[in-house]
C-alpha cells in the first residue's frame, strides 16, 4: 500500500492550475477548512428556516484525463450549497496540464499538502490509484478500481461509487429492461464496477469483450468468484454476442468528446437491443444516436453521473444528498 513519506518536489505549475495559487502571487482565494471533524458541530445550519452558510467547509478535486466539460464540480458546490455548507472542487485535467498517469503519486501528495479533503477520480486513472492507497473499500478492493478517494489524517482511503451509480440508474430508468444476455464493452476502470453492477441488477448471462483480452479474463475472473462461473464470459465473438444479446453497455470512452466515434460496428446494433452508456460529456454519443436512430431503448450517463456523486457526497461530507435535487440540477445545466 501506498507511503507519505516521500515528499517529491510538486511543480508549482500544477498547483497554479488546480486554482489555488497563482504563480508568484497570493493564493487566488482562501477557504477555511474544518474538515469532517467540523461535522459534529452543532453550529452547522440544518432546517428550512436557516439561509446563511456554516462554517463547514470542504476542497474537493477530479482528476482525469479531458474532464473540462464535467458536471462533477457543479453537482457537488450546489448540494453543498443547499446543505448550507461551502465546497470548493477543482478539475485536475492531466490533459491540460501535459501530465500522464505517471504524475499520480505527485498530484496526490500535492492535494494532501493543500487539505484537500477527498478527491474523485476518472478515466484513465481508476486502476493506476490503487496502489497508491493506504485502505480500500470492499467494493473497491473487489473491482480493483478507485473512483472516490478521503484524504484524512495523513491516509487515503479508496471507495468506489461507479458501481451503486450505474445500478441505481438502471434500476430507476429502465426497470423492466430483460436482463437475460448482456454484451459489455470495455474492462477498465469504469467497466469492472459497470460489470459488478449488472450481475446485481441480476444480469443471467454477461459477455465482457475489451481490446485488451487479458483485462477483461482479469475483470471476468474476480466476478466468477462472487457470481459463478457460468454468468460470466469474456471476450469471444463481437457479432455473435451481440446478436444474441438482449441489452449492450458500452464503458469504453469512445464516444467521450476527448474519444469520438462508435465502440463497435453501428451494423450490429438491432431495435430489440437495448443500449446503456456510461459517458454524459457529451450526453447523445454516437453509439446513442444510432441506437436511437433504429428504434432501441437507450439509457444515456446521466443517472449514473448523478447518483455516484450522490454516494461520493455522502462520503465526503457525512451528509445525505438529495439525489433527485442533484438529478434535477444536472438536467437544467443543458
Excluded at 452543532?42 to 484525463?65: K, P, R
Excluded at 453521473?305 to 445525505?320: I, M, P, S
Aim: hydrophobic share 45%; aromatic share 6%; proline share 5%.
Amino acid at each position: 500500500m501506498a507511503s507519505t513519506s516521500a515528499k517529491p518536489n510538486v511543480p508549482r505549475l500544477v498547483i497554479a492550475i488546480m486554482g489555488l495559487t497563482e504563480l508568484g502571487g497570493p493564493p487566488s482565494y482562501s477557504v477555511r477548512l474544518t474538515g469532517f471533524e467540523a461535522l459534529s458541530d452543532e453550529t452547522a445550519c440544518h432546517g428550512a428556516g436557516n439561509h446563511y452558510m456554516s462554517d463547514v467547509a470542504f476542497l474537493l478535486g477530479l482528476i482525469g484525463e479531458g474532464i473540462q466539460a464535467s458536471r462533477t464540480p457543479a453537482m457537488h458546490e450546489q448540494e453543498a450549497r443547499a446543505q448550507h455548507m461551502r465546497a470548493i472542487y477543482r478539475l485536475i485535467d492531466m490533459h491540460k496540464l501535459g501530465l500522464g498517469v505517471e504524475s499520480l503519486p505527485e498530484l496526490l501528495v500535492s492535494a494532501e499538502r493543500m487539505d484537500f479533503n477527498g478527491l474523485n477520480i476518472t478515466h484513465p486513472c481508476k486502476q493506476a490509484v490503487v496502489p497508491l492507497l493506504h485502505e480500500l473499500s470492499p467494493e473497491a478492493r473487489a473491482l480493483n478500481a478507485v473512483n472516490t478517494v478521503l484524504l484524512r489524517d495523513g491516509r487515503r482511503t479508496g471507495h468506489n461509487t461507479d458501481w451503486l451509480g450505474f445500478a441505481d440508474s438502471f434500476r430507476r430508468f429502465m426497470p423492466d429492461a430483460s436482463r437475460g444476455r448482456v454484451v459489455q464493452l470495455g474492462a477498465g476502470g469504469a467497466g469492472s464496477a459497470v460489470a459488478y453492477a449488472a450481475m446485481t441488477l441480476g444480469v443471467q448471462q454477461l459477455t465482457i469483450i475489451d481490446i485488451d483480452a487479458a483485462r477483461a479474463a482479469a475483470v471476468t475472473e474476480g466476478l466468477r468468484m462472487r457470481f459463478g462461473d457460468r454468468r460470466i464470459v469474456a471476450n469471444g465473438d463481437l457479432a455473435d454476442a451481440v446478436a444474441k444479446a438482449d441489452g449492450l453497455i458500452n464503458t469504453t470512452p469512445m464516444g467521450m468528446a476527448s474519444h469520438p466515434g462508435l465502440p463497435l460496428p453501428a451494423a450490429l446494433l438491432r431495435p430489440e437491443l437495448w443500449v446503456a452508456e456510461i459517458v454524459y460529456f457529451p450526453l447523445q454519443t454516437a453509439l446513442l444516436e444510432q441506437a436511437r436512430a433504429i428504434g432501441c431503448r437507450t439509457l444515456d450517463g446521466t443517472g449514473m453521473a448523478v447518483f455516484q456523486a450522490a454516494a461520493a457526497f455522502r462520503l465526503f461530507t457525512g451528509r445525505e444528498p438529495d439525489a433527485d435535487r442533484m438529478l434535477r440540477h444536472f438536467r437544467n445545466m443543458g
